[in-house]
Structure formats: structure tokens, C-alpha cells
């Protein structure tokens, strides 16, 4: 497994076919990453809390609502979703869409009806921080006739505030093969744990299963995310 990292903005996501990830190193500068996470905080009563308090987002995520029976309170609340995350964060969405639309050298039209990119607040010392998230693939949103033909869908991660220490994301060389369960056998495959800093955004291949490591400290770990799929030569939409 190799991981490409770079400080060059261009079409990288063309490195996934040869890489396991893209990792753009300092895409958001320091004082813009401060500014975001300091409207997230602020925006703590507009949160929306998941898995009982294992994570929250500022603005709604879909695979949480989706595992939690909650999917017609996320196409509800989807505009209004989108307003909590532009006032806590301005400007983020837009910049989530723009590096997409420069990663792939596409066309980024936001997913009809879903909530654009929004924010996963970790808490320190909470389960995800003690025993890392749950082994996953980024394929709850994506269709039967996507999935059936494997049609391209990446993963963004944008690092607003990193952990004190830990909390990188573990790639394995597993692709989804239908089943969302990871097996003992998927589980023992080859896979790395890549660490990304703040201002870093992390691309991989939604397919590839991943776990948010376990991380210590006192500082939550902040980070903002984006689902996408092409659904046409030259044209993606992306979702959170």
C-alpha cells in the first residue's frame, strides 16, 4: 500500500488507481482552520448527536441517520442543515466542493435533496477516542446501480483540529465486495495507519475499508467530510 502525498493542488484522484490514498498536505491554511473550528464550538447547540453520543456533527451526516432508522429526518432537515453548517463555517462547503471539482477534473454538482459537506465532531476520552470507530466502507449513500457497476465514489476528509496524539485513519487492501461487515480474513489483510495534520485533506477510494484509529488527549478531534460519486463522464455529486 502506497500513500501519495503532496502539497501541489491538480487532478490527484487519478493517483488512486496506482495509491491507496491521496493525502494534500497544508490544502487550508492555519488561521482558516482556526477560524472553522472556532464556529463549530460556538455552534455546539446546534449539533446533531449520533450513536448516543459517540460523535456529532454540525450538519447531518447520512450514514448515521441511515443505521439509526432516522433517513426522513435527513432529507427533512437537509436545507436547514446546510445553513448551520455555512453560519458555524463559512465558506467550508464551497471549499469542499472546489477541491473536489479540482481532484477530479470534473464538473461537482451538490446531491439533490442531501446535505452538503459537514463537520464530525470525536469527543476526547469517548468510546471512539478509547477504542476507535467501527470498521467501515463509505457506501451507505451511494445506489444499487453505483454499486452494481462499481462506478467511481471517493471519500474526502478534511483534518480541522487533530488529535493530540493518535486518531489517523487505517486503510486496509480490502475493497467492498458486497458484504459491509468486515471479515476475520479482511480484518488480517495488509492495511496502514496514515496520519494527516490539521489543514490536511485526506482522498481515498470509497470502497476501501477504513477505521478511525483510537486517539488520547484532552483536544476533540474535528474533522470535515465529503462523499461523492461520479454519475457521468466529467460530472460528480457529493453528499455528506
Do not use: N
Amino acid at each position: 500500500m502506497v500513500i501519495f502525498r503532496t502539497r501541489a493542488r491538480g487532478p490527484h484522484a487519478e493517483r488512486l488507481d496506482s495509491h491507496s490514498a491521496v493525502v494534500l498536505e497544508g490544502a487550508v491554511d492555519e488561521p482558516t482552520c482556526a477560524r472553522w473550528v472556532d464556529g463549530v464550538l460556538r455552534s455546539s447547540e446546534a449539533w446533531t448527536e449520533d450513536f448516543d453520543g459517540e460523535q456529532f456533527a454540525l450538519g447531518r451526516a447520512f450514514y448515521t441517520h441511515f443505521e439509526t432508522g432516522r433517513s426522513e429526518e435527513y432529507f427533512a432537515d437537509a436545507a436547514a442543515s446546510d445553513a448551520r453548517v455555512e453560519e458555524g463555517a463559512p465558506g467550508l462547503q464551497r471549499w469542499m466542493r472546489d477541491a473536489l471539482a479540482e481532484l477530479t477534473g470534473a464538473r461537482v454538482v451538490a446531491r439533490r435533496g442531501w446535505c452538503g459537506a459537514g463537520v464530525h465532531v470525536f469527543p476526547a476520552g469517548e468510546k471512539v477516542a478509547r477504542a476507535g470507530g467501527v470498521v467501515h466502507f463509505d457506501v451507505e449513500g451511494l445506489g444499487r446501480h453505483h454499486l452494481a457497476r462499481r462506478k467511481r465514489a471517493l471519500s474526502l476528509v478534511l483534518m480541522l483540529q487533530a488529535a493530540e496524539h493518535g486518531g489517523g485513519l487505517r486503510l486496509w487492501d480490502v475493497r467492498y465486495d458486497g458484504s459491509e461487515h468486515a471479515s476475520e480474513e479482511q480484518l488480517s489483510a495488509p492495511s496502514e495507519i496514515v496520519e494527516y495534520g490539521r489543514g490536511d485533506l485526506f482522498v481515498f477510494d470509497s470502497y476501501r475499508m477504513h477505521q478511525i484509529q483510537p486517539f488520547s488527549g484532552e483536544r476533540d478531534r474535528i474533522s470535515a467530510t465529503l462523499h461523492a460519486a461520479e454519475t457521468d463522464r466529467g460530472l460528480w455529486e457529493c453528499w455528506f
